[in-house]
């Protein structure tokens, strides 16, 4: 039973637009979320967080929203780059060092 | 300088042969862990090491042995081997602060091919 769900696997956007990913969860006793991006051959490096508590935390170009009554939360980069192409996995944590991935979406930015 | 590091990056080898794959991390980090990459890549954590003691282990077939011999080591070993058990692994680590997110650190990965 998959607790963190990415239910796009892929999403291209143009150079300069707005990119959205999104994920889902089922437990409400997550306290952190996070995003992390993967380019291939390499390891998830960790790109932003949010509290449970917050509803928007923002990094550069670069904001996640969360919505816990709906159970869903966001990652938002404006404007996109063709840097930004890559696999990017949501997860969630319960308590001191348990995270829970998404299965990823992988991002294409078209120059 | 590689913050954290596995070897070997490709391991091939025959279904019943026991292998190891081993990672450190230079950061001072507290906390270790493994993941596996299944091929509907889907990451999920087997082990967590604290200063070289067990305190996640998922349900994971005893064949996975996980070892820590000091802080900035924590080994896999995997006995038996089966078709199942390719995968991508990925070790990482972070500090244990006990509070807020954990942002963990990850090594390149092991593509581990069972034939």
């Known amino acids: 039973d998959q607790q963190v769900k990415q239910n796009s696997p892929s999403l291209s956007v143009q150079e300069g637009r707005i990119s959205i990913l999104n994920c889902d969860y089922t437990n409400s006793m997550f306290d952190y979320f996070l995003w992390y991006k993967k380019y291939p051959a390499e390891g998830p490096t960790f790109l932003i967080s949010i509290s449970s508590i917050k509803d928007k935390n923002e990094d550069g170009r670069f904001t996640v929203f969360l919505n816990k009554s709906a159970k869903h939360l966001s990652l938002h980069i404006v404007p996109s780059q063709p840097g930004d192409s890559a696999v990017y996995f949501c997860a969630a944590q319960a308590g001191a060092n348990n995270l829970f991935f998404g299965t990823g979406t992988r991002l294409t930015v078209i120059p | 300088d590689t913050a954290v590091s596995q070897t070997p990056k490709y391991l091939v080898t025959q279904m019943g042969n026991d292998k190891s794959i081993k990672c450190e991390q230079n950061l001072g980090h507290d906390t270790m862990y493994w993941y596996k990459q299944d091929s509907k890549k889907f990451l999920k954590i087997m082990f967590s090491y604290n200063n070289k003691e067990l305190i996640i282990n998922e349900t994971v077939p005893n064949r996975f042995s996980p070892k820590s011999p000091d802080k900035a080591h924590l080994n896999l070993h995997i006995n038996s081997l089966e078709l199942g058990d390719s995968a991508v692994y990925f070790c990482?680590?972070?500090?244990?602060?006990?509070?807020?997110?954990?942002?963990?650190?990850f090594g390149p990965g092991t593509r581990l091919t069972v034939l």
């Open positions: 990482a680590s972070s500090l244990n602060r006990g509070q807020g997110a954990d942002e963990q650190f």
